[in-house]
């Protein structure tokens, strides 16, 4: 279980999944007003490229989103972080348990996976994220897609999902 004194970097899935499948904004507003007040006093950070990737969009998420005034945005253009992401995606390239598409897919630009990643072991918050390992990883049989978890188990970063965050951080989402 995480330190309840962990700042929390939270991965676009974790936005948009609960936006779209169990908190809408009509039927629970404690939720994103939790998440909010997280937001605002820095228990839950965003990387520049998960809010980008966010307000791109043109529905409520997006407005929400971009309604929070004054939020403390990590940019990917750090030194450190970018080090750190040329090491993860040469692990990708290089360990043998990915095909090459993994790659292809952790180096678009678009793509913020291997950047939170990266964040997140340069400045030591929790990754929070949906996505699962693929479990079983052999060289014999490479996988096309490389996973949040497996690469923060690699770069020892801890990572977590949303519920166990709220969780942590005493989330109200009742009334």
């Not at 403390?72 to 390239?93: A, F, N, R």
């Not at 990883?137 to 497996?150: F, G, N, V, W």
């Amino acid at each position: 279980m995480d330190s309840p004194v962990s700042t929390y970097l939270i991965d676009t899935n974790s936005l948009i999944t609960p936006y779209k499948r169990y908190y809408p904004f009509d039927l629970a507003p404690p939720f994103w007003k939790s998440m909010e007040i997280k937001i605002m006093d820095g228990r839950i950070v965003l990387l520049d490229k998960v809010y980008d990737e966010v307000t791109a969009g043109d529905d409520e998420l997006t407005e929400w989103l971009s309604g929070i005034k004054g939020i403390d945005i990590i940019t990917h253009k750090d030194t450190d972080i970018v080090k750190k992401y040329g090491e993860i995606l040469s692990y990708v390239q290089t360990c043998g348990l990915y095909k090459p598409k993994a790659l292809t897919e952790w180096s678009d630009a678009k793509v913020a996976d291997a950047w939170i990643v990266a964040c997140a072991s340069v400045q030591t918050h929790t990754v929070v994220t949906f996505e699962a390992p693929n479990g079983n990883l052999t060289k014999s049989s490479p996988c096309s897609r490389a996973k949040i978890p497996e690469i923060c188990d690699v770069f020892s970063v801890k990572y977590t999902n949303l519920f166990e965050m709220m969780r942590q951080l005493s989330f109200n989402v009742m009334h």
